[in-house]
C-alpha cells in the first residue's frame, strides 16, 4: 500500500505516457543498444504515418569507424557529431522506445535517401 504525506516529495520517479519521447522518420537520436552495445546515434527509419502494434522503432546505427564498405553510407561530419560519421546498414535493428534517449537532430534529406538506396540494395527490394 502507498501512503502520501502532503508537502513531502517522492524520490521515485514515475514515467507515464506523456512523457514518452516518440522518434521521427530521419532524425538522428542518442539510444541505449543494449547488453553488449553501448550509447550511440542512431537514424529512425520507421515511417511516422505507420500503426505499429509494438512500440519497437526501425534504426541504422551510425558510427565513426568506416570500414569501406558499400553498405556504409558517408554522413560526413553532422553538426550534432563529433566525428566524420557513416550510417552502418548492415546494423539494421530495432530497438524499444524506452532506449532511446534523447535527440540529437534531422538527418539531411539526401543522406535519408542515400540510406534507403543502400537498404534496398543489401535486402534485394525492387
Aim: proline share 7%; glycine share 8%; net charge positive.
Amino acid at each position: 500500500m502507498r501512503m502520501f504525506f502532503p508537502g513531502v516529495k517522492s524520490s521515485r520517479k514515475f514515467s507515464t505516457s506523456s512523457t514518452l519521447m516518440h522518434p521521427r522518420h530521419g532524425e538522428v537520436w542518442m539510444a541505449d543498444m543494449g547488453m553488449m552495445g553501448k550509447v550511440r546515434p542512431v537514424v529512425i527509419l520507421l515511417d511516422d504515418q505507420v500503426e505499429v502494434p509494438r512500440s519497437l522503432i526501425i534504426q541504422i546505427p551510425i558510427t565513426s569507424q568506416n570500414r569501406g564498405s558499400e553498405f556504409e553510407v558517408p554522413l560526413g561530419h553532422l553538426r550534432f557529431l563529433q566525428n566524420d560519421s557513416v550510417a552502418n546498414v548492415q546494423g539494421i535493428g530495432v530497438l524499444p522506445n524506452a532506449r532511446f534517449e534523447r535527440r540529437l537532430g534531422m538527418l539531411p534529406a539526401d543522406d535519408l535517401l542515400k540510406i534507403k538506396h543502400a537498404l534496398k540494395k543489401i535486402c534485394a527490394l525492387p
